[in-house]
């Protein structure tokens, strides 16, 4: 009898496949909804940890009748993507390991692995200093004395989730330069070779992150990430 042209090499039709990817996405969602949701339920601790870089002495106001719950709603989702994330990397990860090779395995999981935690410990940075510089200094600002800040709930949060995102994709340097460099795209010459282009061009986007105008906080925030770019050129020598 010929071979079902629908049929993979591990012996599973393309029907199963599909089964086992929606498999993999369901229980993705459900993690993501039970983890929003126990994220809702901890209103108090949770908004308390977000908001500690105010201060005790600063206080947002809230001019929308809706944005408190609806803010709590997001922040919830959010939180709760955050937790579930490396859950739903797994299971999907579970759907795709079969079509790999042993070697491919092993690289995909330290791929994962050190993607997860370079980005959280972008979003670290993010929350203990940069995003608390940030804010402090753009609600001080003022372009005239007439002019008295008020800094809105929605802002907050806009600014916290905004900066912890770039923070978080920036660290992704190395993992990215190194999935580059295995499909052949990127080589260590060029990294070498810019440099001093990337230096600058950090400096710009931590002038644009940390609009102080401190040299301390410029390179407080450009050296780590020009470090993981270092980092980068060894990893892929």
Known sequence: MANDPMEHKDGLS?????????????????????????AFVCK???????MKPLGPEQKLINIDVTAQFVTHVQVALCIGFVVALPLMIWWLYGFVAPALYRQEKRY??????C????FAAGVA?????????????LSEYQVSPTVVNQISLSSYFSLLLVLSILMGLLFEVPVVTWLLSRLGILRPEYLKRYRRHVFVALLIVAAVITPT???????????P???????SILIIR
């Open 44 to 50: 108090e601790p949770l908004f308390a940890v977000l």
């Open 108 to 113: 995909t999981v330290i791929f994962m692995v």
């Open 14 to 38: 393309f029907w199963d496949h599909l089964d086992e990817l929606r498999s993999a996405l369901l229980k993705s969602l459900s993690a993501w909804l039970v983890a929003s949701v126990a």
């Open 213 to 223: 105008g401190d040299p301390f906080t410029l390179l407080l925030v450009t050296l």
């Open 125 to 137: 940075l993010n929350y203990f200093l940069i995003f608390p510089l940030s804010f402090r200094f």
């Open 115 to 118: 993607a997860v935690l370079l």
């Open 225 to 231: 990430v020009y470090g993981l770019y270092e980092l």
